[in-house]
């Protein structure tokens, strides 16, 4: 019998919109020109790039030249980093031990390669950052610093108040990089109210094609590209610009942003189902920072702690159909607690419960929950038996 496929995996990646997909094909077919020949084929392409610029600028009330397309979010965040560092004159970075790997190993490369200070802001239990702390650790030095925050943690969903951070960076003359993957094309975002120089998108995270991103880089900023090269994208990311990709982009932010309400709407309403019938089946459970909070969380995820260890629960929904992920997906089947876990519980906990991330998406419904309940509540009896 052929099991009914769950996808609760939506943090990690989204499925494609039919239209995303129709839009690529029909892009693909019809505009197949090198954006950079001067023909009139390979101008139509570049239109079309250009278009997707405008229509991005616009979402995030910012100028057009000040969208960069890149291949995902590692790459944008790489490119701000280490591009802060070689050419703004970036000698200090304060961030965080919850940020996504591309964001950790950039620093980590730059502290170690460059020998730049870097500054790790530890998380309240809740997972939240303080703002006093990060003011504290601003005020503690003159060095050109970089501050990088993530808007939304992939993990746990605790957002970022990237308005008021944008302020502080402002007071204390810092530039401020946000990784705002798992927020595109989920918030409305308006950069023209914040003070942010620099942040990120992967279009895969809101039902487009993986290989296809952005970087906001503010106006003036003076950053250089990592990829040198034909000098496409202004001269910061060069490399002929994958047409369809970024249409996919396009078409994805469009559908997230035309339907933004409605999306959000109903996948709260799951969010909020899938609390109450998991709190109802384990009534031991937990859930992580403040993923089960309606305000300072993002909708699309929830970090459960089962009260029981089992490194292996990934691999058993899996094999009930269930799609799921432990952690982060980079972290998702390692043995070892992932850092956000490590940050935000005690030794205790880490040593007999088992953190499980379930992410949503429009496409998500009540069946799903049921089926992924129903299957985690037969393991975790099968464990205690
Ligand atoms: C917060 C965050 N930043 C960056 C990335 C990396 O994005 P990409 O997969 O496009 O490289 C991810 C994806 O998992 C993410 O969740």
Known sequence: ME??????????????????????????????????????????????????????????????????????????????IKGAVAHLGVERIITSPMEHKCVAEAVRDMKTRKNIEVVYLRPEKNGDISLEKLEEALQASDKKTLVTLMHANNEI??????????????????????????TVGHLDLDFSKINIDFASCSAHKFHGPKGSGFAYIRKNSRLKGLILGGGQERELRAGTENVSGIIGLGKALELCMDNLEEYKNHIQKIKDYTIEQLQKAIPMLKFNGRSAEKDGSLYTVLSALLPTKNPLIGLQLDMKGIAISQGSACSSGAAKASMVMMMILNDEELEISTPLRISFSHYTTTEDIDGFVKALSEIMAEKTN
């Open 3 to 80: 099991i009914k496929r769950i996808y609760l995996d939506n943090a990690a990646t989204t499925p494609l919109a039919e239209e995303v997909i129709d839009a690529m094909v029909e892009t693909m077919k019809a505009s197949y020109g090198n954006p950079s020949s001067t023909h009139s084929i390979g101008q139509e392409a570049k239109s079309l790039i250009e278009g997707v610029r405008r229509q991005v600028a616009d979402y995030l009330k910012v100028q057009p030249g000040e969208i960069i397309f890149t291949s995902c979010g590692t790459e944008s965040n790489n490119m701000i």
């Open 157 to 182: 969903g605790n957002l970022l108040d990237i308005e008021k951070v944008g302020e502080i960076c402002k007071t204390y003359n810092a530039l401020f990089h946000s990784d705002t993957v798992q």
